[in-house]
């Protein structure tokens, strides 16, 4: 019996221990289908991401974003591995991506967030791979652009993180083409958040090393249509840089240059979505430089053409408020160069269609708000000036409805509603001068340096908003003010507003024509007080300024309108050359088109000089 017995247990045995080898070999073969199924996933979520990205499928990458990680959320611990954790990561940075494009920001914020704490806890656990890293850099740069559709002062913070860190990698011999290419996001998106500096070199620096790093990798050669439409975008950001920073023919010939790699790769594939919003941005941005440089007709032809590519976007892909918010972006620029030609109708009817796409595009994000209403604000001068006061009175009421719906929304801390609050302001103060109560515009002017004063700016973003508000309110206060002959005060005024000019600034050529604006208005206040001598100090290089300018003007019609303001004030401030000098400003005036004529800015100035003539 025993021998029978131990018989049994030793075949007992020999069975369990083949079953254990085959349950142990199943278990290995499950493992590796895992592996191999988290390994596709991630391919989908990153490599064919691309491929959808470039085809305008948003919805698509972040539902197949969000499935790989609710699979992801719904395995147990013990099988979330290091290369789990990585893959998932992954696909919370597309996810992320795409809810941001299509103004879905609190779960880009939380997807974008939680990969961070992935891959951050992998580094700090001594994972150090080229993987980790490129994954954490790409999640905090995704990261940064929520923070700035946020109006989040910690995006450039946040941007410069993800450059030092890629900068670990590619300062490594030989780096690879995936940390080339992540490199080169990372710094178009650090780049495009330094537009805001005043100082618009470091820009420049960081856009031409992005575009650099996608050179490297056959960008301009159309090798790989992925990486030459990032060459394509990187160039796009930088052409505004370098119009920012005075560079205006080497803008151009950047943008020109890359414009036809852009067209190239549409050649191959016609709804490839980089290159068309690169090639729209250098459209509009060539259409800047010649508005710029007083050539506004010859800004329409790329400005429509950016404008019809920026719709083709738009119209494939109607969910992706960055899109609509760039269509705007362009109608208000092409509005602005058919102001300047003096076809104020055209430029009204263009004002109309920036306020129904930026309508759509202000649903999305606080700054894609804040953008939309800079925009009403700013239009309310031009139909203000064209006579068109009601429906002035009706963006302003549009304005403050989003100021409202702003402070309720945005957390404690959050510049968002006081912005809001004073783009309203603006409008009213604009709106009570045309009605003709300077006291009251003056008023409402110096309640919004009140409220500047209680601002506390940090980043460089916040000080540039800052300033542009100083700069508007002090302006239409010194207006105001010397409409009322309270010319000490308007002295004051005009200088704080040239003061904060000097940081809101866009590109040196039509920031020169601003603040020869100011400096006439300075000069009017000076003569008010009896002090010709300091008034003309001011008012000649303006003068000068405006003779030069008129030499190169080929369409601009309004520079005419300014430098007849200024010699205006020149007459008043130079006894001996008054009826010269007021006799060409005449001139100038009755020169221009019809509708710039009627304009009520142009008209002051007539009146004040036909006043002064007797």
């Known amino acids: 019996v025993c021998v029978v017995l131990a018989l049994g247990a030793i075949a007992a045995a020999i ?358 209403m800079f925009t009403l604000a700013v239009s309310t001068y031009f139909f203000i000036d064209a006579g068109r006061l009601a429906k002035a009175r009706a963006i302003a009421d549009e304005l403050g409805s989003y100021a409202a719906s702003l402070q309720k929304s945005e957390p404690a801390g959050s510049l968002a509603g006081p912005y809001g609050a004073l783009l309203k302001r603006v409008a009213d103060a604009r709106i009570a001068a045309a009605r003709g109560d300077d006291r009251a515009a003056r008023d409402i002017c110096a309640d919004i340096n009140t409220r500047l004063g209680t601002i506390h700016a940090t980043s460089g973003r916040d000080q540039f908003i800052v300033s542009g508000f100083g700069f508007q309110g002090n302006e239409q206060k010194a207006r105001s003010e010397l409409e009322l002959k309270e010319y000490g005060a308007a002295e004051q005024s005009a200088r704080a507003a040239l003061a904060a000019k000097e940081k809101f600034t866009f590109d040196p050529r039509s920031d020169e024509r601003v603040k020869a604006q100011l400096s006439t208005i300075l000069a009017l206040s000076l003569v008010g007080q009896g002090k010709p001598g300091e008034a003309r100090e001011v008012i000649e290089p303006v003068v000068k300024l405006h003779r030069d300018l008129a030499r190169r003007n080929q369409s601009d019609e309004t520079q005419k309108v300014e430098m007849a303001a200024a010699l205006y004030a020149e007459a008043l401030a130079d006894p001996p050359r008054r009826s010269a000098l007021l006799r060409e400003s005449r001139a100038l005036l009755d020169s221009v088109p019809a509708q710039i004529k009627a304009l009520a800015s142009t008209r002051l100035w007539s009146e004040r000089v036909r006043a002064a003539s007797g």
Not at 58 to 86: C, W
Not at 214 to 234: P, Q, W
Not at 239 to 256: F, I, N, P, S, T
Not at 263 to 274: C, F
């Open 15 to 372: 069975f369990a221990f083949f079953a254990s080898q085959r349950a142990k070999r199943a278990e290995d073969a499950a493992q590796q289908s895992r592996v191999q199924a988290e390994s596709l996933l991630g391919y989908l979520t990153v490599n064919f991401a691309r491929e959808l990205e470039n085809s305008g499928q948003l919805e698509v990458i972040a539902s197949l974003a969000k499935r790989e990680m609710d699979y992801f959320h719904g395995l147990p611990d013990e099988l979330k591995g290091p290369e789990t954790r990585r893959t998932a990561a992954e696909a919370l940075v597309q996810f992320a991506r795409a809810s941001r494009r299509l103004g879905n920001l609190d779960p880009a914020w939380e997807a974008a967030s939680e990969a961070v704490s992935i891959l951050e806890t992998q580094q700090q656990a001594g994972n150090a791979s080229e993987e980790t890293t490129i994954g954490l850099a790409s999640a905090l740069d995704t990261q940064a652009m929520i923070l700035n559709n946020q109006q989040n002062s910690k995006d450039i913070v946040t941007a410069q993180r993800a450059a030092d860190l890629i900068a670990t990698l590619s300062s490594r011999p030989n780096p690879s083409p995936a940390i080339l290419v992540t490199e080169s996001e990372i710094l178009k998106t650090l780049g495009f958040l330094q537009l805001n500096d005043p100082d618009k070199s470091k820009a420049v620096e960081s856009l031409r090393k992005a575009q650099q790093r996608t050179i490297e990798l056959g960008g301009r050669e159309v090798k790989d249509s992925f990486v030459a439409g990032r060459y394509v975008d990187a160039a796009g950001w930088l052409v505004v840089a370098l119009l920012g920073d005075g560079r205006y023919d080497e803008a151009r010939a950047v943008g020109e240059e890359a414009s036809q790699v852009a067209d190239r790769i549409l050649a191959q594939d016609p709804a490839h979505r980089s290159a068309l919003f690169g090639l729209s941005l250098m459209q509009q941005s060539l259409g800047d430089a010649s508005t710029a440089e007083l050539r506004p007709r010859d800004a329409i032809r790329p400005y429509l053409r950016a404008a019809a590519v920026q719709q083709t976007l738009v119209d494939f892909d109607p969910k992706n408020m960055i899109n609509q918010n760039n269509l705007a972006s362009v109608q208000f620029s092409t509005a602005g160069a058919y102001w300047s030609m003096g076809q104020v109708d055209d430029a009204l009817d263009m004002l109309d269609s920036v306020m129904v796409t930026g309508r759509i595009s202000g649903a999305s994000g606080t700054a894609l708000r804040l953008g939309q």
